[in-house]
């Protein structure tokens, strides 16, 4: 079984629509979670970063912990096409902070 | 402010060649680190570095080594190419703890046949 799971989808919803991208993870010590976005034939780019559970809001961006649950979501606002891409969650222990642990991406399609 | 640096872009190697991928960046971060990317598998660990002169193994290092004699520069060497190191490879580095996330290079498609 896989540290993280991610659901690779794709996933293609319309223009304006509130896109809900999830992720579980089984090691209980993880404490740093981020988002990545990757375009197509280039390197990730940090979308989001947040620490322990709660919510953070960038934007049209919300990314969600819930350290219980095991269980980590990024919430994207009134989608844009220029928002298709891959989503990938990513997260590393306190210490050793160094090593990310990614799951496997979600393909996001936005359609106008 | 050129941030990661990877070359080459593209390369294709037969089995059992050698060869380097490049990696530099300028903002001197102390935490670098290689990835590869497969289909379905997310990103991966190779090898990370937390400051020149100090080195140790991700999750999947074998056929692959690694060495950082100046906070720029990580290079990764491939000691002898094989089909399964075909690959999307990626540099990395980060300021401090990098728990605050990494900037990453634009990836090197790798090719062995």
């Known amino acids: 079984q896989k540290e993280v799971e991610q659901d690779p989808g794709p996933l293609s919803v319309p223009e304006g629509a509130i896109v809900s991208l999830n992720c579980t993870y089984s090691n209980s010590a993880f404490q740093y979670f981020m988002w990545y976005r990757q375009y197509s034939r280039k390197g990730p780019e940090l979308l989001m970063y947040?620490?322990?559970?709660g919510n953070k809001e960038d934007g049209r961006f919300t990314a969600q912990v819930d350290k219980s649950s095991k269980y980590i979501s990024l919430f994207i606002r009134d989608s844009q096409p220029s928002d298709s891409a891959t989503y990938l969650c990513a997260m590393t222990l306190i210490q050793g902070a160094q090593k990310l642990v990614f799951g496997q991406g979600t393909r996001l399609t936005i359609n106008p | 402010n050129a941030g990661v640096t990877q070359t080459p872009k593209f390369q294709v190697l037969k089995t059992g060649q050698s060869m380097t991928l490049q990696c530099a960046q300028d903002?001197?971060?102390?935490?670098m680190s290689w990835y590869r990317q497969d289909p379905g598998m997310g990103l991966r660990l190779i090898h990370y570095s937390v400051g020149a002169g100090i080195t140790d193994q991700g999750e999947v290092p074998n056929g692959y080594n690694v060495s950082r004699s100046t906070t720029e520069d990580f290079p990764l060497r491939l000691l002898s190419a094989a089909p399964s190191q075909t690959s999307v490879y990626f540099c990395?580095?980060?300021?401090?703890?990098?728990?605050?996330?990494?900037?990453f290079g634009s990836g090197t498609r790798l090719t062995v046949v």
């Open positions: 903002m001197n971060h102390e935490y």
């Open positions: 947040t620490y322990s559970s």
């Open positions: 990395a580095s980060s300021y401090g703890t990098g728990s605050n996330g990494y900037t």
